[in-house]
Every structure is written in structure tokens, then in C-alpha cells.
């Protein structure tokens, strides 16, 4: 199994909607039924008023009966979606793979991650990409073991990109728990697109995912994120406001209920 915890002051932003799951044809069936007998001309008026009062305490009965086994469906209000930065994070057997969506306009914030030609001053004095690497995984966007151990990072891809459109049914929109507006998709659609590899030698029993961060410690920038135990995925989209920490099982696979 694999858990996540402190997710940031976002992170409590759902709505709880109850949906009631009933055995629609037995109820018809039972109203078919109660039709049926006071729809009998045979019989006396009175007989016919008796049956409607019955039939109206069935109702009454049959709703409160079946609201007992209605079951409560999270709905993600938070807007973490179409937050301007996105990352996915994929714990796969022998290493971390985070997938960012950087906008175009928090490139400051990832200038380690930034190709050099996309500088418009050549003759700026930058470190190797390698140590540029070895900093952003020390400093910015850190994926630490149970024993302390940072992991190292590997840049495997940097482009730029337009990004992905993930909908959300809600932007813009009030969110109900909150009373305010939920963050709609950036206009700009310009992101950097950067695949970065964290490996690792033995299966971590936990891993702390420690986002770019201000001098206060919250985020630094406006983060969204995902996380999947290899191709499982372990929550829906949540702003990642600070550390998280991951308790992996790795004998056991991922069961969503378990969250």
C-alpha cells in the first residue's frame, strides 16, 4: 500500500456527494404491485384511501431503508488540475520518474531545468547541466528515503511544450466547502516540458517528496500533483503545499480503497 500525508492547506478542499444505490426494478415491482391494488374499481372508496395511505408509508419506508447503503464519492474541488505547474510522479522498481509541467511563467523557479539555448544572453556563466542536476535534486525538488537518503536526479528530457488540457468541470466555479471561486487554467499555454529520473539501488520503504519551497517553508510556487505506484494511480490531482510523505508497501499492491 502506499499512503500520502500533508498535502498542503488546498489539500482539504473536497466536496462529499452522496449517491443512494438501490434495487430500482424490486422497488417498481412493489409499485407496480401497490397500483395495481388501489387502482381496483371492485373495491370501496374507503378501502382505496386506505391503500394510498399504505402506499405513501412504503415510500417513506423504502427511501429510508435504502439511504442506509448510499455510499460518499470524493469530488476533487480544489482546481489542482489546471494548476499553471503540474507533477506526476510514477514510483516505479528502480527509480522515480517526475514528469513537470513548468508555465511559462515560473521558469525562474526550475532555471536549473531551463536549456541553454532557450537564454537569450549566450554568455551567461552556467554550471554543467550535471551539477545543475545535482543542485535541483539536493535543494529544489527532493525525493528523500526513510534512512535520509536523497535521492540522485537524471534529466532526461527538456522540451517545450503546450500543455496538457485537463478539464475540470468546476473551473471557475464556486466551490461549495470554500465559498470561493475555484483557479481556472492559465491563458498561456507555453509550459517546459522536463522528464527527470530519481533512481535508486533497494526498494525505499518511504519516500518525502519536498517541493520547491519559500523561506517560510510552503510552496514556492503553485503546484499541482499526481502519484502512481508504478502504473496504479495512488490519489487524484492535490496541490502539493509542502512535504509529503509516501509509505510504500511493495508486496502488497496498491488498493485505492485503502487510502
Not at 1 to 8: A, D, H, I, P, R
Amino acid at each position: 500500500m502506499l499512503s500520502v500525508y500533508n498535502f498542503g492547506k488546498d489539500g482539504e478542499d473536497y466536496y462529499q456527494a452522496a449517491t443512494v444505490k438501490a434495487s430500482y426494478w424490486h422497488f417498481f415491482e412493489l409499485l407496480q404491485c401497490f397500483r395495481s391494488s388501489i387502482t381496483n374499481t371492485t373495491r370501496p372508496v374507503s378501502n382505496i384511501k386506505i391503500n394510498m395511505h399504505r402506499f405513501r408509508c412504503f415510500l417513506l419506508v423504502f427511501v429510508f431503508i435504502y439511504a442506509q447503503f448510499s455510499q460518499a464519492d470524493w469530488i476533487n474541488l480544489t482546481g489542482a488540475e489546471i494548476s499553471p505547474n503540474i507533477a506526476e510522479i510514477y514510483v516505479l522498481d528502480d527509480q522515480v520518474k517526475l514528469v513537470l509541467e513548468i508555465y511559462v511563467g515560473n521558469l525562474d523557479a526550475f532555471d536549473e531545468l531551463i536549456p541553454d539555448d532557450w537564454l537569450k544572453d549566450s554568455g551567461i556563466d552556467r554550471l554543467p547541466v550535471e551539477e545543475r542536476l545535482r543542485q535541483f535534486a539536493a535543494e529544489k525538488f527532493q525525493f528523500v528515503t526513510g534512512t535520509g537518503k536523497k535521492l540522485p536526479a537524471k534529466l532526461m528530457l527538456a522540451e517545450p511544450r503546450l500543455r496538457i488540457d485537463r478539464k475540470s468541470r468546476f473551473a471557475g466555479k464556486i466551490n461549495p466547502y470554500t465559498q470561493q471561486r475555484i483557479p481556472e487554467a492559465p491563458e498561456d499555454k507555453r509550459v517546459l516540458y522536463v522528464e527527470i529520473s530519481y533512481p535508486f539501488t533497494s526498494k525505499p520503504e518511504t519516500l518525502t517528496i519536498i517541493p520547491p519551497l519559500d523561506k517560510e517553508g510552503g510552496a514556492l510556487i503553485s503546484l499541482g500533483f499526481i502519484a502512481y505506484h508504478k502504473s496504479v494511480p495512488i490519489i487524484d490531482f492535490r496541490y502539493l503545499g509542502g512535504s509529503a510523505k509516501l509509505n510504500l508497501d511493495w508486496q502488497d499492491p496498491p488498493d485505492n480503497e485503502n487510502l
